[in-house]
């Protein structure tokens, strides 16, 4: 278990909807980090957000937001579902950013399926 | 730029078997850090190891190795002795000065059969 926490762990819906994936990061660790892995793909980085503010970007769609709470939690929301977007999408949390990086530890992932 | 490559898509061996994983990198960070993850059929992302630009001893945990060489920009991952429960897809990743980002691999499946 790798602390961090992952709801839905599965999601099926159709498409042109929208969906919120939630991510509750390891006690402590102040960074989050969205991953999206489609099928017999590798991880796409999608954004990073540290304590509440987002960090960096990465291949993210516009439909696609995020943000993360005073909480430390952080949701993905996607909205007008394509059947593209059906995927594995990880939400990994880390200690840094500091001089010293730390390794990401990675929820189980939400799996969506759009039809 | 940062990349990672894993040019190894699969790899089939025969339980016992010793198996290396290839990843080269590129960087242009004089810091840097390297990782290896590892996804079970089950989908989780479990990691494995981290290893700074600084430190290039090679490591050894049971049954896994690994050889770190920055002449060659590589950090290669050796399972010895293969069993079944490594099948899985392992993943090369990098992070760089811009400490915000990790570049992963397009990851290598191994297959390890009975």
């Known amino acids: 278990d790798s602390g961090v926490t992952q709801t839905p762990k599965h999601l099926i819906t159709a498409t042109g909807q929208r969906v919120t994936l939630r991510c509750s990061p390891r006690?402590?660790?102040?960074?989050v980090y969205w991953y999206q892995q489609s099928l017999d793909q590798g991880l796409q980085f999608l954004i990073q957000?540290?304590?509440?503010?987002?960090?960096a970007k990465g291949n993210i769609l516009e439909r696609f937001s995020a943000q993360q709470f005073p909480d430390l939690h952080s949701e993905l929301n996607l909205s007008s579902l394509e059947l593209g977007d059906s995927a594995l999408y990880f939400c990994?949390?880390?200690?840094?950013?500091?001089?010293?990086?730390?390794?990401?530890?990675f929820g189980e992932g939400s799996r969506l399926t759009v039809l | 730029a940062q990349k990672v490559t894993q040019a190894q898509t699969e790899i089939s061996v025969v339980e016992k078997e010793d198996v290396t994983l290839d990843c080269v990198y590129e960087?242009?960070?004089?810091?840097?850090?390297l990782f290896w993850y590892k996804q079970p059929p089950s989908g989780e992302l479990v990691f494995l190891i981290r290893?700074?630009?600084?430190?290039?001893q090679n490591e050894i945990s049971g049954r896994y190795s690994w050889n770190f060489q920055k002449s060659t920009s590589s950090f290669n991952f050796t399972i010895t002795a293969s069993q079944v429960v490594d099948s899985a897809v392992y993943f090369c990743?990098?992070?760089?000065?811009?400490?915000?980002?990790?570049?992963f691999g397009s990851g290598t499946k191994l297959n390890v059969k009975p």
């Open positions: 990994a949390s880390s200690s840094n950013p500091g001089l010293d990086i730390r390794e990401l530890f």
């Open positions: 006690s402590g660790d102040l960074s």
């Open positions: 957000y540290y304590n509440g503010e987002e960090r």
């Open positions: 960087t242009r960070d004089t810091t840097y850090y």
């Open positions: 290893r700074n630009s600084f430190d290039e």
């Open positions: 990743a990098l992070s760089g000065d811009n400490f915000n980002k990790f570049y």
